[in-house]
């Protein structure tokens, strides 16, 4: 079974730096990952989307993230990462991964990773 599993989160101070990470695991050799996206859930908050990355690379990103986080990805490793720079106490959230793939001639969107709590402090 294909499973997301996110890493990378911690506690920095204002204006530092994380980079979050989150890996496909249990996939067969037929498997293609498509969209891939970082969702953010700040406590007492509905959860956003950060942002996204298609297969061939394009990105979109919440305005509050604009310029200081930047979306990637290494389809070779099957990962997805986020860096994350010029952090402030508002980005304190559970960060989540999600992605749409395809394995065994089976297309599955919307899968979810385990978050990873992302703090900062001011």
């Known amino acids: 079974q294909v499973q997301l599993v996110a890493s990378g989160g911690g506690l920095v101070q204002a204006g530092g730096s994380l980079t979050l990470s989150c890996a496909a695991t249990g996939y067969s050799s037929i498997f293609s990952i498509n969209a891939m996206r970082w969702y953010r859930q700040a406590p007492g908050k509905q959860r956003e989307l950060v942002a996204d990355i298609t297969r061939g690379g394009n990105t979109n990103y919440a305005d509050s993230v604009k310029g200081r986080f930047t979306i990637s990805r290494d389809n070779a490793k099957i990962t997805l990462y986020l860096q994350m720079n010029s952090l402030k106490p508002e980005d304190t959230a559970v960060y989540y991964c999600?992605?749409?793939?395809?394995?065994?001639?089976?297309?599955?969107?919307?899968?979810w990773g385990q978050g990873t709590q992302v703090t900062v402090s001011s």
């Open positions: 999600n992605a749409d793939y395809r394995n065994r001639g089976l297309t599955v969107t919307g899968v």
